[in-house]
T-cell receptor, first 116, second 112 residues
């Protein structure tokens, strides 16, 4: 149990286009999901906290108009990278908190984004 | 600014030895502590979590927490080449459900 999926697992896009990444909790409900970004040889950096039915909370320095987050259901959150640039190339990882448990948080497999 | 500090390594140990990974955190109000293992190009996977002072053992892994010193460690006994990975320390402050703050990770290399 407690599986989180992400789609796509990797994507290549051209500069200036938008890319949508999906994060799904497959066997549990997640009122809260988190989006992280990881550059090569760096740690995971929290981008935003996504709450079902409300606006996401963005970390300092993360542009909310560039990284659009939608958490429309208890099992799905999406991250859209708008007007992507090469510097947005990174490994994007989501995690989901199981609403039925206090501390459990599960990571998705990540999405590798390359902007050319 | 909440910070989690780890020695980036690499930490090299021979097969069968004990690997000791250390982590310090800045927020004294931190409540939950996690160790994740991350293989190159993969997402982190949870190894252990600890909430109370002292030791917690799970198989070959032992997590140690000292809140007074704001220090948490992970011991890996009988290290195997498959343990070679980056180990991330993560901390969550007071509220359940808030995001994890990660250290930069320690790279462990176990030689056969």
């Amino acid at each position: 149990g407690a599986v989180v999926s992400q789609h796509p697992s990797w994507v290549i896009c051209k500069s200036g286009t938008s890319v949508k990444i999906e994060c799904r909790s497959l066997d549990f409900q997640a009122t809260t999901m988190f989006w992280y970004r990881q550059f090569p040889k760096q740690s995971l950096m929290l981008m935003a906290t996504s709450n079902e039915g409300s606006k996401a909370t963005y970390e300092q320095g993360v542009e909310k108009d560039k990284f659009l987050i939608n958490h429309a259901s208890l099992t799905l959150s999406t991250l859209t990278v708008t007007s992507a640039h090469p510097e947005d190339s990174s490994f994007y990882i989501c995690s989901a908190r199981d609403s039925g448990r206090t501390y459990e948080q599960y990571f998705g497999p990540g999405t590798r984004l390359t902007v050319t | 600014q909440k910070e989690v500090e780890q020695n980036s390594g690499p930490l090299s140990v021979p097969e069968g030895a004990i690997a000791s990974l250390n982590c310090t955190y800045s927020d004294r109000g931190s409540q939950s502590f996690f160790w994740y293992r991350q293989y190159s190009g993969k997402s982190p996977e949870l190894i252990m979590f600890i909430y109370s002072n002292g030791d917690k053992e799970d198989g070959r892994f032992t997590a140690q927490l000292n809140k007074a010193s704001q220090y948490v460690s992970l011991l890996i006994r009988d290290s195997q080449p498959s343990d070679s990975a980056t180990y991330l320390c993560a901390v969550r402050v007071n509220q359940a459900g808030t995001a994890l703050i990660f250290g930069k990770g320690t790279t462990l290399s176990v030689s056969s």
